[in-house]
Every structure is written in C-alpha cells, then in structure tokens.
C-alpha cells in the first residue's frame, strides 16, 4: 500500500491560531504547523472558534460556506454556518454557533457545562465538518482540552461513536496543567452516557476531566518536547495524570516544537529598527539603543536581560522577584513584558518603582516590544518550574539573545549549557532555587566579559535550527503510522483539492 503526502488529509482542531487570535504559544504553533505540513505536501487545513470581533485580526477576505452544519445537543440541533479564510496558504474555517457565542477572552477562568459548551459543541462541528466543507479529513489533530472531545465523542458518544473507524485522532498536550475539569458529571445531555465516566472514562476525583477523556480515547497522544512526554510521567510534573499518562506511554512521544523563521528573522523583521543575521551580528546594537531608548534609558554599556511571557508560576516568576535587587546590584538592566496574576503584576510594578533606572516592567502584551526587546536584548531569563516547550528561546537565540534557562522540559532539550560544551547557546540551570538561577546569571555574565566567548555563544544560538522543517515531518510520519503506511522520504509536490 502507498500514500502520498499530498493524500494525506489532516484538520487540525484548536482554540487559537496566529495571527487570528493567540493567547500563547499555542496560537503560535497552529499558526506555523499547518503551513510547514503544507509545504511538505499534506492537505492540512484548521477549524478555529469564530470568537467576538475575530474578524477583525483577519486581513484576507472570509467567506460565508452555504452549507449549514446542524450540531445534535442537549435534546436539540444548533444551526451552525462556516466561514473560510486563507492564512499563508492555509485554509483556516471559523465556526459560529447560532445562539452560542465563543468566550470573548477565549479560556473561562471557572469551567462548568455552560462555559465549556461551545468547545463541544466546536469538537461535535469537527466530525460534521464534511457535510458543509465538502472535504473529509482522514485525521483530526486535536490540541488541548478544549477539542479533546472529537476523541471523546468518537469513543463513547451515543451516535458519533459508531463513525470512530472512519477517522484517526491524535491529540497534543501544550500544557498539562490544563485539563478542561468540571464539577459536573451527568454529561447524557451531551451524548455521553454514564459508563463513560468511570477510572477508565472520563471520571477524575469524583469530577469530569477532559484532556483525561481525550488522553485516553486518542489513537496517538504528543507533548511538544521529547522531555515533558517523560516529565509529565512522574508525580512532580504529572498534574495528577501521571498514572494515566505511564499507563498509555505506548502512544505518547514527544516532537519539539519549531519556530516560523519567515516570521522571526532579524534578518528581515518589519518591526526591529535594524537588520541583522549571523554573518553580520553589529546592526543589532542600533536594536540595542532603540530598546534603552524606549524604556527611558541611556546607554552605559549594561548587559540588558529580557523576559516575554505570562506572568504565572509555572513561569518562575517568583524566583525573578526574588532575584532583581542582586541582579540589579551586578549592574544589569531588566526589561519585564507579559499579564498574568495580578499578584505579579503589582510586585513587578512596584519593582520597577523602587529600581527605575535598571528595571522596566510593560504588563499587557506589545506585539512591537517584544520583537524589539529580542532584538535587543543580550540575555532571557526563563527559569520556568516546568516547560513543555517553550518558544521565547528558540526566538531569542534567533536573534542572538542569549537564554538562561532552567533544565526542565523542551528548555532542556533546546539550550546547550555553554559551560560544558563548546557549541554551547545558553545557560542552564537545575535546582529550582533563586540561587541557582543566579549562579546560572553570574555564570553568564562571566561570559559576557570575555567578549569572543561572548560572540561565540552567540554565533551558536543563531545558527541553532529550530525550524518547523524537522518536527512537521515527524507529524506526518505519525499521521503515516496511524494511517498504516510505513515512513518515506519522498517529496511530493502538492496537489490539493479545495
């Protein structure tokens, strides 16, 4: 039997994508994946929520599918319309719910039936996809809790269940603290009956867990490390599924997320005031003075370290607080951008209040900043308690920014400690402690002294590879897997059909 790439038929099921809507990196990732499985020749293509005001992030035209989709729901059928869009080459289809709108800020803060209802009712819309896009996945590629239930659906629900052979499900975890968990545990309402919630189903502590169903209703389950697929095992990282998870590590592996180069490259970059690459790393230092420049300061010759991110624990955010007046005092500036808990978000002000001259803290996200702050920067700090990816570095090293790091998760499978190895890009760091983070700062400072081991590193970082080149295709050696073709390295034009 063969198959050629161009035949393989993947939709990809998720609550954001760049540049429509993004709350994190996994906006990046469904902005970026599809287009790198395109251009191996896959038909892959997503099905996003049509959130409020959405359309207004969308520059290409959207247009309004004829064909309606009926979604079967609490004892009744939701109408539902299609709109398709094209996002570099990729169709993109956004569905809206007639008398179900999407939450404006697209992940509710408290999770019931109510909140979780459209989610549902997007993962129900997936299986129907075919009767309005007249196209017909062979393989629904499902990211998170929040359309975890395709699998779901597929495995236990009333009537979608007896249509799981036509289709193949594999579900990736971007976060495992995530889990989609509700009170409620009568979900007959919704198609699924109560033997499903069970130890082996859906049932958690006497709750519903999503992500649970879908880990455990999937035909192959991925993290976005090789790392965090081991992490995710073991009691510390495994969010109370870790017994689930070692029980079906015979489908799950890890595939390392990349990175879209036609968007960050120093190289080429619209929104950095200069232009660099490896070959010619000087332009960066005018990036350098427009980032002192917008934050106030003059020139005086301080390494700058930057974080971009949320502001939350998982982020280690704690161990940056406790650790600004010592870096401050060696001399350094910090430029802090990202939302989160309020909690660090007023300590982080207040910060910046009582160090103004060496700390300047931007809460929100600045899509222009933090190029700029990339660009600029000569360190990032990301001394995440866990990271299943993390994207912040793989840009940062791009642009030449130096990432320290602690060794958890894909930081750990993406940064080479440059005190032990002489193609080293970063510094990393185990214990999670603010000491040992600031020995892994002092470390790089004293590597910022010598100013050829400085370039060195450097030089290494950008020329790191972490293009989509190499992951997309283990996707599709996945999808071939499933699919019961065996891996092959042909390159198949595309040869679509829309």
Not at 305 to 311: A, E, K, P
Request: glycine share 8%; charged share 20%.
């Amino acid at each position: 039997m063969s198959l050629s790439f161009s035949k393989i038929k993947v939709l990809h099921v998720a609550s954001e994508m760049h540049p429509i809507v993004k709350k994190g990196g996994l906006g990046d990732v469904i902005g970026s994946l599809p287009k790198a499985q395109r251009e191996l020749g896959v038909d892959s293509r997503v099905l996003l929520p049509l959130y409020p005001n959405v359309s207004n992030n969308i520059k290409e035209n959207l247009k309004k599918i004829s064909r309606k989709l009926y979604i079967p729901l609490e004892w009744r059928v939701f109408p539902a319309s299609l709109w398709r869009t094209n996002i570099q080459g990729v169709p993109v289809y956004l569905l809206d719910i007639e008398d179900v709108p999407f939450p404006a800020e697209i992940y509710p803060n408290l999770l019931n039936m109510d909140l979780i209802k459209p989610f549902f009712l997007l993962s129900l819309a997936a299986i129907e996809f075919e009767k309005a896009s007249r196209w017909r996945p062979q393989i629904f590629h499902l990211h998170d809790w929040p359309t975890s239930s395709v699998a779901i659906a597929l495995k236990w629900h009333m009537y979608y269940s007896s249509l799981s052979g036509l289709y193949d499900t594999v579900l990736t975890i971007h976060n495992l603290a995530h889990q989609g968990i509700m009170q409620e545990t009568d979900l007959i309402s919704w198609g699924i009956p109560k033997e499903a919630h069970n130890i082996e189903g859906l049932e958690y502590y006497g709750m519903t867990n999503l992500l649970k169903g879908g880990i455990i209703a999937s035909d192959a389950v991925t993290t976005v490390s090789p790392r965090y697929s081991w992490e995710i095992q073991t009691k510390e990282y495994g969010m109370g599924l870790d017994g689930v998870l070692k029980q079906y590590s015979n489908k799950l592996r890890g595939i390392l997320n990349g990175i879209d180069y036609s968007y960050w490259n120093p190289k080429t970059d619209p929104l950095i005031p200069a232009h660099y690459d490896v070959e010619d790393i000087a332009p960066k230092r005018k990036c350098r003075e427009e980032l002192l420049s917008r934050c106030g300061w003059s020139e005086d010759g301080s390494p700058i370290l930057i974080y971009v991110g949320r502001l939350a624990e998982q982020k280690g955010i704690d161990l940056i607080l406790l650790s600004i007046e010592p870096i401050v005092g060696h001399g350094c500036k910090m430029i802090i951008l990202g939302e989160g808990s309020e909690i660090y978000e007023r300590a982080l002000k207040k910060a910046s209040l009582q160090f103004p001259t060496n700390l300047f803290v931007k809460i929100g996200y600045d899509e222009e900043l933090a190029h700029l702050m990339y660009a600029g920067g000569d360190m990032l700090i990301m001394p995440s308690y866990f990271e299943p990816c993390g994207l912040a570095q793989l840009i940062a090293m791009r642009y030449g920014t130096v990432p320290i790091c602690r060794a958890t998760g894909g930081l750990a499978d993406t940064v080479i400690d440059a005190d032990t190895a002489c193609d080293g890009t970063g510094f990393l760091f185990s214990s999670y402690s603010s000491e040992a983070f600031l020995h892994a700062i002092g470390r790089a400072l004293g590597a910022w002294n010598s100013t050829k081991l400085w370039n060195q590193i450097v030089q290494n970082c950008m020329r790191a590879d972490f293009s989509w080149s190499r992951s997309s295709r283990e996707y599709v050696n996945l999808y071939l897997e499933l699919l019961g073709v065996p891996e092959h390295e042909d390159n198949v034009k595309p040869n679509f059909n829309a």
